[in-house]
């Protein structure tokens, strides 16, 4: 099939371009949209090799393994949970009318939403690209996706590969620096899915506001962990570390911290050092441990860690050998014991390799204290307690909830994504994801016989009695 040629840089031309085609097809069929799914999972399929090399080279050192896990695996599951149910989530959904409307029926009609935007971050670049897109195309939108300048090798290698696969009308990538994310947040977009900061999050919704663009914002915040009493901290310090020394950290539900009993801070945080040392072997000369992605970022978190020595804060670290690279931004991961609030790790978003571990004595006061903070994108929660996890999950806020493990709620089609608050604004995956991106148009049929029609004016005694009988059992 000929291809138009892409419009990379022009935003408004392919803006205008994919209005147009929404209007000349406004509810694809089944069919359409399979084939677009279809073409984007042999694209991943077939380039999955250039595409983690493109990862590897944008973080300066990444595994494979971990891009095809992270970022590859869950993609692929994205697009085939869209192609085997989207047919399904397509249907009429039946809907029963008030009884005092029958003989009416009533549906909701899913319709596309038009044109939608998705910017995407630099961290999981493939992943947080292809979830979201994998959702608006399984609705029949037409989708501009925005990459992040800070991979610029990832957001090359897919321009390249998506302009042979797609129409600009069907989907267009575009890289380009911090000024062409903000234009897109200025189109008469039918929603924008930003995937970020929660500063920048907070721009984004300010720049939509005015057109009136519905907006989904996966934000981050201060996710925390905790070990409740008597949970087996050899598999808790497992599993935290596994959740923060992945990608080295920069993960938005990474666990940020750590709130264990004050009396096993200790064996915590051996228990760590053993885990970090089982999965890293080499430590920071290890092929397996990522690479902080640019030189700003590794300086942000060298300020953290600077701020925190000279406060004094007792630090762990969980690697032998040598703990940082600095022309490879390479920065091994280290435990913070008990930092002051008052440090910027206990302020902002750490999104890297830094770990405090907060001792605390009793678990309800622990519990008061999360539920005073901004409500995070991730709660993480070790206990062989039912009842106390019971109550957790209905006495705190959180995007979402791991027990027993961290991130793995993430990977769960069957489970919406999202934060709330500070973390961010509605969901999606699966069939949350299409509803999402699709209008769900409540549509009534009225027969030609209408119980409705007996409240017409005028309304005489026998209508007014009706209308207490109403009044009684509605």
């Avoid at 630090?315 to 490879?328: E, H, Y």
Wanted: proline share 8%; aromatic share 8%; hydrophobic share 45%.
């Amino acid at each position: 099939m000929d291809r138009a040629p892409p419009l990379p840089h022009d935003l408004h031309a392919t803006y205008s371009r994919q209005r147009a085609a929404c209007l000349a097809e406004p509810y694809p069929e089944w069919a359409t949209r399979r084939d677009r799914l279809r073409r984007l999972l042999e694209l991943l399929l077939e380039q999955q090799q250039r595409i983690c090399e493109a990862v590897r080279a944008d973080f300066g050192q990444r595994a494979r393994a971990e891009t095809e896990v992270l970022d590859l695996v869950p993609s692929l599951a994205s697009l085939r949970h869209a192609l085997r149910h989207g047919r399904a989530w397509m249907r009429p959904r039946r809907a029963r009318p008030s009884i005092w409307f029958r003989p009416a029926s009533a549906q909701v009609l899913p319709q596309p939403l038009g044109v939608v935007g998705i910017i995407a971050p630099w961290n999981y670049p493939l992943y947080l690209s292809v979830a979201p897109l994998a959702s608006a195309l399984a609705a029949g939108n037409r989708a501009m996706l925005k990459l992040s300048e800070s991979a610029p090798n990832f957001g090359s290698l897919l321009t390249e590969l998506v302009a042979a696969r797609f129409d600009a009308d069907e989907l267009a990538v575009f890289t380009g620096d911090a000024r062409q994310a903000a234009a897109m947040t200025t189109l008469p977009l039918d929603h924008l899915l930003f995937t970020g900061s929660t500063a920048v999050g907070r721009q984004v919704m300010a720049a939509a506001g005015p057109r009136l663009v519905p907006v989904t914002l996966e934000l981050g915040g201060k996710s925390p962990a905790v070990v409740a009493p008597g949970y087996d901290l050899r598999l808790a310090a497992q599993r935290i570390v596994y959740g923060k020394l992945v990608n080295a950290g920069q993960t938005c539900v990474a666990p940020d911290h750590v709130h264990v009993p004050r009396a096993q801070l200790q064996d915590f945080a051996a228990a760590c050092v053993q885990a970090a040392r089982a999965m890293y072997p080499e430590g920071l000369r290890g092929a397996d441990f990522c690479s902080v992605v640019d030189r700003r970022q590794y300086e942000r978190l060298l300020g953290m860690l600077e701020q925190a020595r000279a406060a004094g804060v007792p630090m762990v670290p969980l690697f032998a050998g040598p703990q940082r690279l600095d022309d490879a931004h390479r920065l091994a991961p280290v435990l913070l014991l008990d930092p002051p609030a008052t440090l910027r790790v206990m302020q902002e978003e750490i999104f890297g390799p830094l770990l405090p571990l907060l001792g605390y004595e009793q678990p309800a006061r622990l519990l008061q204290h999360i539920a005073e903070q901004p409500r995070p994108l991730a709660l993480y929660w070790f206990d062989d307690d039912p009842a106390r996890v019971d109550h957790m999950l209905r006495n705190t806020h959180s995007g979402g909830v791991t027990i027993n493990d961290t991130l793995m709620h993430v990977a769960q089609e069957e489970l919406p994504f999202g934060g709330l608050g500070a973390s961010g604004m509605g969901h999606y995956h699966g069939s949350w994801g299409f509803d999402t991106f699709s209008k769900l148009k409540p549509v009534l049929r009225q027969r030609r016989l209408s119980g409705a029609a007996l409240l017409r004016p005028p309304y005489r005694p026998a209508v007014v009695r009706l209308i207490e009988w109403m009044k009684r059992w509605a």
